[in-house]
Nanobody, 127 residues
């Protein structure tokens, strides 16, 4: 079992920045990828970004490409999501999730391919 804890959410003005953290607890993370998803009020949860754990290659939704950066720290068993140039439409609850598949042809962008999820952290961007 993998337990994930997000932190770093908060209230920020449009154009500002936040860095979210996702720490794995209970065991050393050895999964295939760590993903970030978000869910705005009244909308379905959507893919934001992901990082392949062993290689470090990254993947982004078109809506955040060029503004968000996903990274990881092996020693801390922690993934990060650096969010710059934030917009009001970025307002959502952000979740990290772990894909523990042994092998995939590509990093998954589908919610049901991620087995473990954090509790979520609120990000609010004011206009």
């Amino acid at each position: 079992q993998v337990q994930l804890v997000e932190s770093g959410g908060g209230l920020v003005q449009a154009g500002g920045s936040l860095r979210l953290s996702c720490a794995a607890s209970g065991r050393t993370f050895s999964g295939y990828a760590m993903g970030w998803f978000r869910q705005a009020p009244g909308k379905e949860r959507e893919f934001v970004a992901a990082i392949r754990w062993s290689v470090g290659s990254t993947y982004y939704a078109d809506s955040v490409k060029g503004r968000f950066t996903v990274s990881r720290d092996y020693a801390k068993n922690t993934a990060y999501l650096q969010m710059n140039s934030l917009k009001p439409e970025d307002t959502a609850v952000y979740y990290c999730a772990a894909d523990i598949a042994t092998i995939r042809p590509v990093v998954s962008r589908q919610l049901n391919e991620y087995e473990y999820w954090g509790q979520g952290t609120q990000v609010t961007v004011s206009s």
